[in-house]
Structures are given as C-alpha cells and as structure tokens.
C-alpha cells in the first residue's frame, strides 16, 4: 500500500475521463459485489470530457499514475459529491479524506453550503466519519431494486 503523503493532488484533464471511468470501477471492484452487478457498473461511463471541462474534477498522482480523483457537479439541481473514486491500492492510505476536503473547497468555491452524497454502501462509514449524515436513500440507477444511502455533508463558510 502506498502512503496519501506520495501523491501530488491536481485539476483532472478532459483526456483523462477514460482513465477516470476506468479507475472508478476498479476501486468499486475493491468491494464484494457479485461479477453481474460489476459488468453493469463497467458499461456505465462514470467520467465524459464534457463533466471535466464543466465541474471542479481533482485527481490524485502517485509515480505518474493516476490513483484517485473526486468531483463536486449539480446533478437536475442537486448539488453532490458525484465523485470519489480510489484505486484499491490506496484505499485506506488517508487519500480518501485528502480527495474529500479537496471536494469540500471546490463546493465552497462554487458558494454551495452542502452537498448530498449518493453512496456506495460500502463507503458509508467513511463518509459519516467524514462528517455527512444519512438523510435517506436513492435507487441505484444501474441496478433496479438496489438502494444506495443517500447521505448530507454540512459545512460552513
């Protein structure tokens, strides 16, 4: 495992999205989902060029690879945490708060107070140590019947 300290945090660029989609489902690979329900994840893609150019993208770099990256959009009026991937080999390296207090600024920097946070199961404990409260919980929009927490991160000015 390498140590968060190894990493250079930077702005995502638009030919980055590939490698972003790519990365966002290795690190949901990291978790115990069934092959079915990662096939359906890997056909979805998380990161287009067009969201990079539009939104506060972030990635994290260790020895010119690209092991993280967060994102804050406005998703039909919500505004989210829409991304927080890590690359398996890093998590639980403290990349994970790194990229989130990178998310936190980007919000503040957008003038946002909050953001919602439409959570992989998995990473719930994470982002309640965070900070964030559950409010509720979403349907999943690759698995029908499949329901994500729905979580709120509060922050002041």
């Not at 978790?31 to 990161?47: A, T």
């Not at 909050?114 to 992989?120: E, K, L, R």
């Not at 994470?126 to 729905?150: C, D, H, T, V």
Request: glycine content about 8%.
């Amino acid at each position: 495992m390498m140590g968060a300290q190894q990493v250079q945090i930077r702005i995502a660029e638009v030919h980055e999205a590939n490698a972003l989609s790519e990365l966002a489902s290795r690190s949901k690979s990291y978790w115990p989902y069934d092959e079915e329900y990662l096939r359906q994840c890997r056909s979805v893609p998380h990161v287009t060029g067009e969201d990079i150019q539009k939104w506060p993208f972030i990635v994290a770099v260790a020895q010119g690879k690209l092991c993280g990256f967060s994102a804050v959009c406005e998703i039909k009026g919500e505004k989210m945490l829409d991304h927080l991937w890590i690359d398996p080999l890093y998590i639980g390296s403290g990349l994970g708060r790194t990229l989130f207090l990178e998310a936190v600024d980007n919000a503040k920097k957008l003038g946002w107070s909050s953001f919602t946070i439409a959570s992989d199961p998995y990473a719930e404990p994470f982002y309640k140590k965070m900070g964030a409260k559950r409010i509720g919980e979403r349907e999943s929009k690759i698995k029908k019947g499949f329901f994500l927490p729905l979580l709120e991160f509060r922050f002041s000015e």
